[in-house]
RNA sequence: GGGCGAUUAGCUCAGUUGGUUAGAGCGCUGUCUUGACAUGGCAGAGGUCACUAGUUCAAAUCUAGUAUCGCCCACCA
């Protein structure tokens, strides 16, 4: 083995390995844990927030694995319709050519063939982080089988009456000519303007004054509101108004919607291009007025001299047109709230267009109940609550989108707007009696990228075909055991996924949803190419110099402006670019980052750090199998008289059952922190120093195999530990360690998982012991700054029959790593006043100064124990001198309180005795 | 407007049902090239647990309120 770990020569090279052996297929055996991958964009790259969940997903996948489950980690890419759409188009842009020049089937055999040049990128950068996912099944949303069972979903619900088409106001887009979903509508806080229009009254008594923030749409005013309490306004209502600029006439009506404090409290409502004005219009029988194109410009139901214009020039316009009538009241900055795209970032219309819909209702009952009985449960639990209030206020889906790119909605039209849907026009002709000479036209519209995403778990294997769900095990897989993601889809895919799953299986999609945090950098800002802060998970693996870094994150930048101040930024947070940290440190890091309820704020510092971790096990396993050699372990050795390595064996079992524990709960974080304890300062800080002399030639023989049995076993069950969050580093290592111990198993991958065994207290309390000499004696040679590799005796006053057979059984070990010539026990008699005294349980250990030290420095020493003394002595006194204390408490507390006062009595005593001695030399 | 979360060492975070002198990593200080490892060893310094009031023998932990920050949802023109 190399001195130093470099995960570039490793990484490579197992990954294959596994994968050609079927290491990540179920076996078919055991217990069924399964795991559905929220399947990325097939257009995607890996980015960090994926490559954070899919390494708890493989944590958990390998955990299972390991332990016997029949274990099944789906994974699979997405269609994603307007994305790609958008990709594509942008690719054909940058080429010289347009979008238009293509036909519906050319941009789609565009759009395939673009899948087939990019989809497998992000599966790739999957592999190179260790995903251990079962490949032969990978599926794509818009695959055969996929597509029968989005067609099948759509037919049956329609059948059912759950889908219905209708003209609605929905959120469109009118740079990507679709209507989108109130979830992909985001609404920002951003300066408006508010204006004060007066519409004069038909009568000529005078005016009201409306205020909008769309003045634009005044050209589709069917009426103005007040409130009907509103005495200002009472004798107005059913009076007519003259609308400005239009030459129409619309009454004034009385409405709870107006809230009389905003403003005037008067509103101008316009159906066609308000929410809350639809509402109203509706309720007042007027027919809503478009105004708009699909492009949002101005239609030809708006006067002629606004025809034509885009909906800002038209409101420039409107407002130039209505200051010169005098009709312009006032203007002033105003803080709204604007609805945009999430994917094309431009203002949404309420736009009225007929669409296909998803009624709610009942599946979102059923929705509900699945989490209130808790057979879905959140992790953690408080998300039930956003859950929860979304699925109360659940609006009907609009599923239409008008793409291209997704699945063709199976419905068709006659010439006479009839509307059939079917699996196929065949099935539509035959059920519905329609002849050849019946002309029949397909919705050109496709289904949203959710509504495929949201059968995932039951289509992929294998509905609604009964023989391909017993080839994929449907019956067995489902429900899935946990499904890892953010919480920004709980809305988009979770809710919908519980909800489609139980309307046709009758059964939950997954037991568990992990909501993860969401990665940030440094600073806490979220990620993202605009602000220029993105981190590649490639990068962190295999690094990268500053000026490629610099290059990445500020070409093909939206917002050129950005440029100098995100490489300035670039600049500080990576002054010598990143260093190759290997997938093994990023997926540690990730672990170890993973805590409960909160961001995560991604440093770099963490990642070096777990490098050297893995780094630091690198070495010890050099050490162990140096001292291995070539032999086979003798697994019968007996650690009967070895104490050390029955300690090490007990510590162990702890850390093994704290991992287990930590990893049922998701709490990776806790799962590291336990290992990285563990391994560092167990078993490398002090397991493997008092090895050390246990082999040495002059050692006990038998206490020698013993230590080589124990060496080789815990960092075996070590190693197996920390796989499922540092596959490749352990499998490297394992592979050679393997002889060692003659184990068969082909591959750390699937070698099992440890089990925990009993907890030698006997063993734990000798070394506890040794090790509270032996830091005691470090930490008065370096505070006294006596030469730490200089040999030094060491006198031992009150010690207790325990303490003398201890002392005799392990004064090597303590020699050694007190670096001590010889330990000496003597009566009290033995005068300490040239002594260093240190305190360690009811031993007092005197190391001879010999006026090696001045006097001064070891006083100050003592003083400062003694203030510490002094301190807990309070405590405890203030504690035990209340009554109420001693009578309330348990009475475990009380008598630990008495055994800690006890001892804070005593060496309180201790030092100011060795204090007085001092001062008398 | 409603909901959720956060506030603990210079920085990033743990702290399980209330019970030692509140812990870790990074950073910092001192020291050591000791045959696994300087991506290291050893030893240190560093905290009024945001604030206030309560409950309790006992509060970082429970309750209420305050402040600051963040996120989600919501139709105020």
Known sequence: ???????????????????????????????????????????????????????????????????????????????????????????????????????????????????????????AQMRRLGASADWSRERFTMDDDLSEAVLETFVRLHEQGLIYRGPRLVNWDPVLQTAISDLEVVNQDEQGKLW?????????????????????????????????????????????VQLPLTGREIPIVADEYVDPEFGTGCVKITPAHDFNDWEVGARHGFDPINIFTPTASINDNAPEAYRGLDRFEARDRVIADLTELGLLVEEKPHA?????????????????????????????????????????????????????????????????????????????????????????????????????????????????????SALWAHSTLGWPDPERMEHEGFERYLPTSVLVTGFDIIFFWVARMIMMTGHFTGRVPFEQVYITGLIRDRDGQKMSKSKGNVLDPIDLIDGIDLDALVEKRTSALMQPQMKAKIEAHTRDEFPDGIPAFGADALRFTF???????????????????????????????????????????????????????????????????????????????????????FVWHEFCDWYLELAKPALADDADPAVAASTKRTLAEVLDAILRLLHPMIPFVTEEIWQQLKPSLDIETDFLARASWPEADAIDETAEADTEWLQAIILAVRSARTELQLAPGKPMPLLIQQATGEDRERLTRFDALIRRLARLERIEQVGDERDSGDCAVQLAGSMRLLIPLAGLVDIGEERARLEKQLERELKGLEQAEKKLANERFVANAPDAVVAKERTRLAEHQRKTEELKTQLERLRQL
């Open 196 to 240: 004060s229009i007066r519409y004069p009254r038909s009568d000529g008594n005078g005016d009201v004054v409306v205020a909008t923030t769309r003045p634009e749409t005044l050209l589709g005013d069917v009426c103005v509101a007040v409130h009907p309490d509103d005495e200002r306004y009472r004798d107005l209502v059913g009076k007519t």
């Open 591 to 677: 672990a170890a980052l993973a805590g409960h309820g909160r961001d995560i704020k991604f440093d770099l510092s963490r990642c070096e750090g777990y490098r050297n971790f893995i780094n630091k096990l690198w070495n010890a396993s050099r050490f162990v199998l140096m001292n291995l050699g070539d032999a086979v372990v003798d697994r019968s050795a007996t650690t009967d008289a070895d104490v050390i390595s029955r300690w090490i064996r007990s510590r162990l079992n702890r850390a093994i059952s704290e991992v287990d524990r930590a990893l049922a709960d998701y709490r990776f974080d806790l799962a590291a922190g336990a290992l990285y304890e």
């Open 1 to 123: 083995m190399e001195k130093t770990y470099t995960p570039e020569s490793i990484e490579q090279r197992w990954y294959p390995a596994w994968e050609q052996s079927g290491c990540f297929a179920p076996s078919g055996q055991g217990r069924p844990y399964t795991i559905l991958l929220p399947p990325p964009n097939v257009t995607g790259t890996l980015h960090m927030g994926h490559a954070f969940q899919h390494t708890l997903m493989d944590c958990l996948i390998r955990v299972h694995r390991m332990k016997g489950c029949d274990t099944l980690w789906q994974v699979g890419v997405d269609h994603a319709g307007i994305a790609t759409e958008m990709v594509v188009t942008r690719q054909i842009e940058a080429a010289g050519g347009k979008r238009d020049d293509f036909t519906r089937d050319e941009f789609i055999d565009r759009v395939w063939q673009w899948k087939h040049e990019s989809g497998s990128t992000i599966t």
């Open 336 to 452: 709204m709230v604007v609805p945009r795209g999430d994917r094309s970032g431009q203002i949404i219309e309420p736009f009225l267009t007929d669409q296909w819909f998803v009624r709610m209702d009942e599946l979102g009952r059923l929705g509900l109940a699945a989490v209130e009985s808790g057979k879905v449960e959140f992790v953690p639990g408080n998300w039930i609550n956003t859950y929860r209030h979304w699925m109360e206020n659940l609006q009907d889906w609009c599923i239409s989108r008008q793409l291209w790119w997704g699945h063709r909605i199976p419905a068709w039209y006659d010439a006479d707007g009839r509307v059939y849907v079917g699996r196929s026009v065949n099935e539509v002709r035959e059920f519905h009696g329609l002849g050849a000479d019946v002309a029949l036209e397909q919705d050109p519209d496709v289904l949203e990228t959710w509504f495929s």
